[in-house]
């Protein structure tokens, strides 16, 4: 290619390229991190639900096998139940693993004993 002046233009050519082959892993990367994020945090938000669910039925008198299961429905999921009282809480846990990490997740919900 020429310039103007007739100059040869000769050193740039193929940087584009370069510059893209570096820059693409990285925005990969930050991508997969991202969509690892959201699903770390949609499990959260299920994880506080089925705790919420499996502690009104433990409060309504369902045997505490029936929270266990209500839970297990997240993937990877365990609960637990505790007492304290007329309160009933039933602790989710989990630990979705984002980009080979796992991060652990847990959610508590209570509710009063007699199905109030």
């Not at 304290?84 to 630990?95: D, H, I, K, N």
Request: hydrophobic share 55%; aromatic share 2%.
């Amino acid at each position: 290619m020429t310039r103007l002046g007739g100059e040869r233009d000769t050193g740039e050519r193929g940087s584009v390229a370069a510059e893209l082959a570096v820059a693409l892993p990285a925005v990969l990367v930050v991508v997969a991190l991202g969509i690892g994020a959201l699903f770390a945090a949609s499990t959260q938000v299920r994880l506080q639900d089925v705790a919420a669910d499996g502690a009104r039925l433990v409060a309504r008198g369902e045997p505490e096998g029936r929270a266990a299961a209500v839970v297990a429905q997240v993937t990877g999921a365990s609960a637990a139940v505790s007492w304290s009282g007329e309160l009933v809480c039933v602790t989710a846990s989990a630990a979705p693993r984002v980009a080979g990490i796992a991060i652990p997740l847990r959610a508590v919900s209570c509710a009063l004993g007699g199905g109030l």
